[in-house]
Each structure stands twice: as structure tokens, then as C-alpha cells.
């Protein structure tokens, strides 16, 4: 039989949970949880805006997550419409184990993070209008509002 780690277990348990009860509106969810670790990052000093490009902001973020060693970001497009790059997000395990049993992760925590950091750093409003997950990496496309 397989140890698996107990964190790996809840977090994809509570995934499939959420996607059952709320189908694709389980995506909402992403605002209320990322408004939460907003404020735990706000509270330790990880999140911060260092200059006004995706360059920065690419650092920014990848700062944010810096409890995640080999977490890489970049970020593509233009300020109108940005893409963000995660390779190695912290949640890499839970998003694997979920697709490996063909479910689609459906929170993301971090996606408040890259959207508020986004904002502060163009000094405009964004809304995410996709997610792509793939094995090794996500992606998110943010448009201005």
C-alpha cells in the first residue's frame, strides 16, 4: 500500500469535494480562500510590489511563494491581458494526484495572490478569464477590467 502524505490526501479529497457540491462555480472559491492567505502574507511581509512591469511582477510573485523553493514564474502578454507562468507551485503534488485520476483542480489560492499583485503593481483592476492546468504547470490569464 502507498503512505500518502496526509496534507496530499485532504487537499485533493477537498478539491473532488468542492467540484461534486459546486461543479465549476467551486472556482469562486479561489477569491475567498486567496483573500484569507492574502492577509497571512500581508501579516509575514511576502507581499510586496517592487517596480511597475511583468518583470517585477514576475519576482513579486515568486517572492510571495517563496516558501516554495523551486517555484518559477513568469508572467507574458501585455498589461491589458497578462499570463501568468507557475512551474513547481506548491500545490504541484495535489494538482498531479488530481489530474492522475482525471478530476480538474478546481482552487487555487494563490490566484487572489497574482491577481492582487497584478493590480498593485499596474495600478488597474484585473479579472481572471482562464486557468490552465496541465502536469507541470499552471497558467492564468488575467484581463484588464
Not at 512551474?87 to 494538482?95: I, S, T
Request: proline share 2%; charged share 35%; with cysteine.
Amino acid at each position: 500500500m502507498v503512505h500518502r502524505d496526509v496534507y496530499l490526501a485532504f487537499m485533493v479529497g477537498l478539491q473532488e469535494a468542492l467540484f461534486e457540491t459546486h461543479g465549476k462555480m467551486a472556482l469562486a472559491l479561489n477569491r475567498i480562500a486567496g483573500l484569507r492567505m492574502l492577509e497571512l502574507l500581508e501579516k509575514d511581509g511576502l507581499l510586496e510590489v517592487s517596480g511597475e512591469n511583468k518583470n517585477s511582477l514576475s519576482e513579486d510573485i515568486e517572492e510571495a511563494l517563496r516558501h516554495a523553493d523551486d517555484a518559477e514564474v513568469r508572467v507574458e502578454g501585455s498589461e491589458d491581458e497578462l499570463e501568468v507562468v507557475i512551474e513547481l507551485c506548491p500545490f504541484e503534488k495535489v494538482r498531479r494526484e488530481l489530474l492522475d485520476r482525471d478530476k480538474m483542480p478546481v482552487v487555487c489560492p494563490y490566484v487572489t495572490t497574482i491577481l492582487e499583485l497584478a493590480e498593485m503593481t499596474f495600478g488597474a483592476k484585473y479579472r481572471l478569464v482562464e486557468m490552465n492546468v496541465d502536469e507541470d504547470l499552471c497558467a492564468f490569464t488575467l484581463k484588464r477590467v
